[in-house]
């Protein structure tokens, strides 16, 4: 038998499994506990955030069992018929429990005369009938339908909850990960608990049964993700001053063809650490968790004053630029000369 993808192995089975979506979990936890559940539902967040494992958990807790519960994928199912088809199918009464349950995902792939057709079911419901609504697009979703539901937005998970969610499924696979291996997966996961349990599941099935311990230069390898010597080299240039250093090593990043989104998000979280070792000492007890021996030791080598708070707003700004720069490299070199360039015209 085939072994469940991890996105299905670890899903979320109740509500005290769910990760990061308190401010969700709390309000449909209440209105379950106090008999006040509404006709429809619309569920708003970035893929793999948990909308629709909540909305299978939320039609468990008001008891409706599995032939009760319908889920339709829209992007396939989007046309007028298919809407009309469900409205005949929600005149029927549930089968085996109090109400029947639609999970409509990617909601806003449905055409405009399937919205019109939803929206007649939406107006007038059977009592028996709950809608919970998904998108990853809100603002593709019309208004008139959104006014008829009750919106829940999900957030992206923080990297830290990411960094928890793949520690616990690599023990429970009887494997163990580094600070560093455990914080480069949830970084790569980038918000999305699927992408992070789906690059685990990667890492783990090219580590076998070889090795138990996983390295972040195993992950590295595994996942192409930027190397720590590339993400230190170029905090040394920044620190040393360097301009001609820093533009090599960016230039070394793109001849690698590497995702400079990525690279840039590895050299923001490893310069936020930098500056907390500085201005925090306090919290390095914490940082360690993050960092193997060598990291840490090279990050607190960096020279005191060498790299501030300016350093890390020009970065933020080359991160947000990145999605529109034609030369992906250009940002960061720009960074680089806003930060150094003055520095190389005061010394000539």
Known sequence: MQELA???KYRPAKWDDVLGQNHVVGVLE????????SHAYLFVGSRGTGKTSVARIFAREIGVTANDLYEIDAASNRGIEDIKELREGVRALPLESKYKVYIIDEVHMLSKDAWGALLKTLEEPPKHVIFILATTEFHKVPETITSRCQVFTFRKPATSILRGLVEDIAKREGYELDGGSAELIALLGDGSFRDAEGTLERVLNFAGKKSK??????VEEITGAPKTALVNDFLSALSGKDLEKGMGVVKKAGKENLDMKLYLKLIIERLRFALMLKYAPKMETEIKNDLSEDDL?????????????????ALLDAYQNLDRAFIPELPLELALVKLLGDLESNQD
């Open 6 to 8: 991890f996105y299905r």
């Open 30 to 37: 209440k209105s379950v506990r106090d008999s006040t559940v």
């Open 213 to 218: 311990k996983i390295s972040r230069s195993a």
């Open 297 to 313: 030791k090279f990050l607190k080598s960096l020279p005191a004053g060498s790299l501030n708070s300016k350093t890390l707003v």
